[in-house]
Nanobody, 120 residues
Framework: QLVESGGGLVQPGGSLRLACTAS????????IGWFRQGLGKRREEVAC???????YYAASVKGRYTISRDNAKSTAYLQMNSLGPMVTSVYYC????????????????WGKGAPVTVSS
């Protein structure tokens, strides 16, 4: 399973770090994607780090977000800087085995999500 943590309320322009901790499978063999879904919106991929530690970002977050992983801790992270505008989204992490990209339809394990609210 996957468990997200670190969500919460942050002011516009602020920073937040999400964590995605895995259990029950060989984390090192899985690529990890971060996805988000706003109210009434489709889920979108935000960032991806492959099992070979290659990372990809959506154009909307490139330069502001950083994805990383620590296989020894079975945990992936998403550092989010310069957050905004004021919006609430739920961030999900998903695990895809031996993938070169993070496609939500290929996710084998999903977390339950971590809400992130950007508001003053």
């Amino acid at each position: 399973q996957l468990v997200e943590s670190g969500g919460g309320l942050v002011q516009p322009g602020g920073s937040l770090r999400l964590a995605c901790t895995a259990s029950g499978f060989d984390f090192a063999e899985y690529s990890i994607g971060w996805f988000r879904q706003g109210l009434g919106k489709r889920r979108e991929e935000v960032a991806c780090i492959t099992h070979e530690t290659t990372s990809y970002y959506a154009a909307s977050v490139k330069g502001r977000y950083t994805i990383s992983r620590d296989n020894a801790k079975s945990t992936a992270y998403l550092q989010m800087n310069s957050l905004g505008p004021m919006v609430t989204s739920v961030y999900y992490c998903g695990a895809i085995i031996l993938a070169t990209a993070c496609v939500d339809t290929s996710v084998a394990y999903w977390g339950k999500g971590a809400p992130v609210t950007v508001s003053s």
